[in-house]
């Protein structure tokens, strides 16, 4: 989609791939979030009458409904999508390393999956160093704990027993953005947090893989 794309190598993966990706996802949470915005505001107009969206006031707190409920659909669904888009970048370095150094060996032949699979591919195989073992790398699987309780247990927070899942509440403190004892809510902030966090992990990737090559990142605008 963007108006100009080299060589797709390693070397040019950040500049040219994944900080592109990164300004689309910004680009999609502005409009996710402006979409909640006027929602928002369409219901204020209109809830004094006794229905809004097919709902109405006698079965349903409307004002939770549309003040929260909803808008937290929402970027939970934002969330999965960004969340794509991160597995999707990893993938595409895994490709590339395999295409340009001749590996035999497939990103898709390592066990496990998303952005743990394509990461051990990054150290195992590429040679990159110091993924794993950062501040950066902490977070993302915290918010991966996150997005599988959204993804496969429709963002319930308490098992069949009624409990709490284990290390969920203290998982969705540590990110912040998020509430909720039964189900998680996702609040303004949150997805523009999970943006940034990808970022910098994308970045701490690019200095792994100039550092590999031997030569220095380029200088170049990129988002901070």
Same mark, same amino acid.
């Given at each position: 989609?963007? /108006?100009?794309? @080299?060589?797709? !190598? ?18 999609? !949470?502005? #409009? *996710? ?11 204020? $107009? ?14 349903? &707190? ?7 409920? =909803? ?7 934002? =969330? ?8 999707? $970048? ?19 032949? /390592? ?14 195989? #590429?040679?990159?160093?110091? /993924?794993?073992? +950062? ?6 699987? +915290? /918010? ?6 959204? #993804? ?17 509440? +203290?998982?969705?403190?540590? *990110? ?5 004892? &039964?189900? *998680? ?8 947090? !999970? ?9 701490? *990737?690019?200095? #792994? ?5 031997? !030569?220095?990142? @380029?200088?170049? @605008?990129?988002?901070?």
């Amino acid at each position: 989609m963007a /108006l100009y794309t @080299p060589k797709k !190598v390693v070397l040019n993966w950040y500049q040219y791939d994944a900080s592109l990706s990164i300004d689309l996802m910004v680009s999609f !949470v502005s #409009a *996710i979030e402006k979409q909640a915005v006027e929602s928002i505001a369409n219901y204020k $107009q209109r809830r004094s009458v006794e229905a809004h969206g097919g709902l109405d006031h006698e079965t349903w &707190d409307l004002n939770s409904i549309f003040g929260e409920y =909803f808008p937290s659909l929402q970027r939970r669904s934002a =969330f999965l999508t960004v969340w794509s888009f991160l597995e999707h $970048q990893l993938d595409q370095l895994c490709l590339f390393y395999q295409s340009e150094k001749g590996f035999g060996l497939s990103f898709m032949d /390592l066990s496990g999956k998303g952005i743990d699979r394509s990461t051990s591919y990054l150290e195992k195989v #590429a040679g990159l160093k110091g /993924l794993k073992n +950062t501040q950066q790398w902490d977070v993302l699987k +915290t /918010l991966q704990r996150i997005r599988n309780v959204i #993804a496969h247990d429709d963002g319930k927070l308490r098992d069949r027993l009624g409990k709490h899942k284990d290390g969920i509440p +203290t998982a969705m403190k540590k *990110i912040g953005y998020l509430s909720g004892d &039964d189900e *998680i809510v996702v609040a303004e902030g949150f997805l523009s947090k !999970v943006v940034d966090v990808c970022n910098d992990y994308f970045k701490l *990737i690019e200095k #792994a893989i100039h550092a590999s090559e031997g !030569v220095s990142v @380029p200088h170049y @605008p990129r988002r901070t």
